[in-house]
């Protein structure tokens, strides 16, 4: 029971899913993709970001975009924080 519990900790870690992306990861519907840190292993050479850099900068707006947005950054694995400045010129 322990080896499959310690098995298991390991094949679901860094668990993912990502919508509209189907770069990496098995499909679980028309556009849903599901990958962990172990299955993403055979799909992905290397580190996706480098260390140090930010690789990856977008905007999502939810349903309440008049007065909401997210902002997703991907960096790469050694970067301790990110100082994020808004300037609103309204």
């Known amino acids: 029971m322990i080896t499959f519990a310690a098995i298991s900790s390991y094949l679901m870690d860094g668990v993912c899913f990502c919508v509209f992306n ?53 960096v790469g694995s050694d970067l301790s924080g990110i100082k994020v400045i808004y300037f609103y010129g309204g």
Request: charged share 20%.
């Open 22 to 74: 189907s770069a990496y990861g098995l499909d679980l519907d028309w556009s849903i993709q599901f990958s962990t840190k172990f299955s993403r292993s055979f799909w992905i050479d290397g580190k996706v970001c480098p260390d140090s850099k930010i690789c990856h900068l977008y905007a999502t707006i939810p349903e309440t975009g008049s007065s909401d947005i997210f902002l997703n950054i991907m």
